[in-house]
């Protein structure tokens, strides 16, 4: 156990390359008898040295691991060891481990370990010169399978890494949770995280004939993104499906349906502490004239997908109240006086079935009976001059009054004050949708992010991009060098990261030069995750 913890000390310093020297005299604590305090240990300082190289030649560049325990099983030290995509920001413990071991299946699930390496019958046990000279060979093995880096890809990197941009490649099979090892826990206050969402966040199958959507890695990544949120990191989805407002909605209700909406601020609200307060009032046959019409515009925009600035709009004229309906019409906002929208519709059956209980239990009315009252008494009560509206002029500040008044917190009352998802145009004449965190820029993905760190979070130091098309990632990567290049941005850290879609999932149109090249640059940063997992199956 004692000669474990050393190794792991080797471990966690020999990539920063320091002298191996200090322990040669350590002393095991386990000796007894005799000389017990002064006899050192049998490892010389060439195998140490021979250790050491292995590893840096392994890595290309530094890295270090900082939660390891003497109990972790030899198979994940030597993972450990192989994995020389890890850069010095990394911070692997066993559980990551763990993963990148399962990444590719059961193939390499536990990597084969030398006799020279491990004692028999105590894994993670170190006892000799042999059991380092066993993983200086491992090593030598990895470094001399063939690699896609060339010189000049190296040269490329250097060149990066002055601008302040790199590349990684991630295991296919890997979950989302992967990423938890990209990110430096002490940067997390100027760290900000975008993703793209189909089959980096989401993945699908066909179950049954019927296509069935769930997270990209499941209860993990769930995990990993709600720790996200915990840190306060900043993080966006930037989709490339078209910059509509249905295009974000349906993101957003994607996003409900698997559980990690609130991850990005579109988790549904609760209503009812609202509804409840308005079934307080009591039947609507005692509600004074106004109370009853802050009644109905609230029921109308909990119901409908309409917005508090919609209720201005609707006709008196054409409202049509039924017990169990209720349909109206909305005037144009930049047409004529008879301009009118189409017909739309609420059914008595589309209302949330806690409303109608929590209503008919307090009033003894239902959301249309509610709104047949009304239109019934606004009719009654409008003169020959009033102007063709269901709702007074007011309406929005007294709704707003009564969602402050139910203790609905502001961001929640914004839902329905204002539309949230909007469609912009930004610079270059690049349109975009967004809602909340997530935003919808077809192919211009690029323009998408600088515009969030400049309005959504310009104190971001250090940018990670992930997506499952080599293309946009190669593509986002190239516009922040350049951006670094001409003094654009300052001090920011950008790192772009390639997710190839899981096992069954489509490869999306690519340019063969632009993967190419990723790879090459990710090797050349010892980066390439996918490269290095297939590297320690092969041993």
């Given at each position: ?18 002298s ?7 002393r ?42 003497t ?7 030597n ?8 850069d ?49 060979e ?17 040269q ?6 002055a ?13 989302l ?15 900000a995280?975008?993703?793209?969402f ?8 066909l179950?049954?004939?019927k ?14 993104l ?8 900043e ?34 609200v ?21 109370k ?7 029921l109308?925009?909990l ?7 919609d ?6 004229s ?11 019409r909305l ?20 209302v949330?079935?806690?409303?109608t ?22 009719a009654?009560?409008a ?17 707003q009054e ?10 929640d ?8 998802a ?5 610079a ?13 820029s077809?192919?211009?993905?690029p ?37 670094a ?10 790192h ?13 149109d ?6 190419a ?23």
């Amino acid at each position: 156990e004692y000669m474990g913890e050393l190794f792991l000390k080797l471990l966690r310093t020999s990539g920063r390359q320091h002298s191996m020297r200090r322990f040669v005299g350590a002393r095991s604590p386990a000796k007894k008898g005799p000389g017990a305090e002064t006899e050192d240990l049998e490892i010389s300082v060439d195998a140490l040295k021979r250790a050491n190289l292995a590893l840096v030649r392994a890595q290309e560049r530094t890295h270090r691991v900082a939660s390891l325990d003497t109990q972790v099983q030899v198979s994940l030290i030597n993972a450990a060891l192989a994995a020389n995509d890890l850069d010095a920001r990394f911070s692997v413990g066993v559980e990551t481990l763990r993963a990148l071991l399962c990444a590719h299946g059961a193939s390499i699930a536990v990597p084969p370990a030398s006799p020279s390496v491990v004692a028999a019958s105590r894994p993670a046990v170190f006892t000799s010169e042999a059991a380092f000279e066993g993983l200086a060979e491992a090593h030598e093995q990895v470094v001399s399978l063939p690699s896609p880096t060339s010189a000049a890809a190296h040269q490329q990197a250097l060149a990066y890494d002055a601008l302040g941009c790199k590349l990684s490649i991630l295991p296919r099979n890997a979950s989302l949770a992967i990423v938890s090892s990209l990110i430096d826990p002490l940067e997390c206050d100027t760290m900000a995280v975008v993703f793209d969402f189909d089959q980096t966040i989401s993945c699908n199958a066909l179950v049954d004939g019927k296509r069935v959507y769930g997270l990209r890695g499941s209860d993990s990544a769930m995990k990993f993104l709600f720790e996200l949120r915990a840190h306060c990191v900043e993080r966006f989805i930037v989709t490339g499906a078209p910059p509509t407002v249905p295009s974000v909605q349906t993101i957003a209700q994607t996003l409900q349906r698997l559980g990690v909406a609130a991850v990005f601020d579109v988790a549904p609200v609760d209503w009812l502490p609202v509804i409840t307060l308005l079934g307080s009032w009591g039947p609507d046959s005692t509600l004074e004239a106004a109370k009853l019409e802050t009644k109905a515009a609230v029921l109308l925009l909990l119901c409908t997908q309409r917005f508090a600035p919609d209720l201005a709009r609707i006709g008196l004229s054409n409202a049509v109240a039924a017990a169990d309906s209720f349909a109206f019409r909305l005037a144009s906002t930049g047409g004529g006086a008879d301009d009118w929208s189409a017909l739309q519709r609420l059914s008595g059956a589309s209302v949330p079935a806690a409303f109608t209980a929590t209503l008919e239990h307090l009033s003894g009315q239902g959301v249309c009976a509610t709104l047949e009252t009304f239109v019934v008494t606004r009719a009654a009560a409008a003169g020959a001059s009033t102007p063709d509206r269901l709702f007074a002029a007011d309406i929005v500040e007294r709704v707003q009054e009564l969602f402050a008044a139910a203790g609905l917190d502001n961001a929640d009352a914004a839902l329905k004050l204002s539309d949230p998802a909007q469609t912009a145009t930004i610079a270059d004449g690049v349109r975009i949708a967004r809602l909340q965190r997530i935003v919808a820029s077809a192919y211009n993905k690029p323009e998408a992010i600088q515009h969030l760190l400049e309005t959504r979070a310009p104190h971001t130091r250090s940018l990670l991009f992930i997506d499952d098309n080599s293309d946009n990632v190669f593509k986002v990567f190239l516009h922040f060098a350049d951006l670094a290049r001409h003094g654009v941005t300052h001090n920011l850290s950008v790192h772009c990261v390639w997710f190839p879609p899981p096992a069954g999932g489509k490869d999306e149109d690519h340019s063969a030069d632009f993967r190419a090249e990723l790879t090459a640059l990710a090797c050349a940063w010892g980066t390439n995750l996918e490269w290095n997992l297939d590297a320690l199956a092969a041993i």
